[in-house]
């Protein structure tokens, strides 16, 4: 796990080394080099419970939004964190909600896409009107799993001002990842590049 960083970090060994407990061993070792239990103000045997149920549910019996699909979008997630131009822009609010939605971004996914629940009338599609079905739902599973349970609620020691402005950067990313969102972010990120920056 020390080539975390490189691009070329096998998902794949890892999957197969710790029990099919990747998330929690790659989690855990990010976690800490980021700072984000001194940051939450919380245990590393809370976030390492919070590790655990959010990997528990990840299906595995999903043959791709599983477990190691989280553990792939985190590594990516910290090999653009490692970047200088990453750096020299996300502040540590920034760090942890990337993190975190890279984390749950997926979480209890049914194998099945937002349109197809939609057309299917599901009851996830109605809870959310059709809109960002699964993205919604990885969200509000997530906060009811953490907050739900005093053993894993990374966030429960956090200033109230500063719990809501972390969920609502983590909702942000999250709700960024949603396919039929994909061509106006990347448009944005595009003419935001051709742009100089200011400071």
């Known amino acids: ?57 990840y299906h595995s019996s999903n043959p791709y939004h599983n477990s190691t699909h989280a553990v792939d979008v985190l590594h990516v997630t910290v090999y653009f964190l490692s970047k200088e131009s990453i750096r020299e822009t996300f502040n540590p609010v920034d760090e942890a909600a990337a993190l975190i939605a890279a984390t749950i971004r997926d979480v209890d996914h049914p194998g099945r896409t937002s349109s197809f629940l939609c057309n299917a009338g599901s009851e996830l599609a109605i809870l959310y009107n059709g809109i960002a079905v699964l993205k919604n739902h990885h969200e509000a599973f997530t906060f009811q799993l953490t907050i739900g349970d005093d053993k894993c609620n990374i966030f429960k020691k956090m ?5 809501r402005t972390l969920c609502q950067g983590i909702i942000d990313m999250v709700l960024a990842t949603e396919m039929t969102k994909h061509c106006e972010h990347v448009n944005n990120l595009s003419t935001a590049s051709t742009r100089p920056w200011q400071h």
């Not at 800490?32 to 419970?49: K, N, Q, T, V, W």
């Not at 200033?159 to 719990?163: E, I, L, T, W």
């Open 1 to 57: 796990m020390d080539k975390e960083e490189s691009w070329k970090f096998d998902i794949f060994e890892l999957e197969a080394a710790p029990h099919n407990r990747p998330l929690i061993y790659l989690g855990l070792k990010i976690f800490a080099r980021f700072g984000i239990c001194e940051f939450l103000d919380c245990s590393e045997s809370m976030l390492s419970s919070w590790l655990q149920i959010i990997e528990a549910n």
């Open 159 to 163: 200033k109230r001002n500063d719990y």
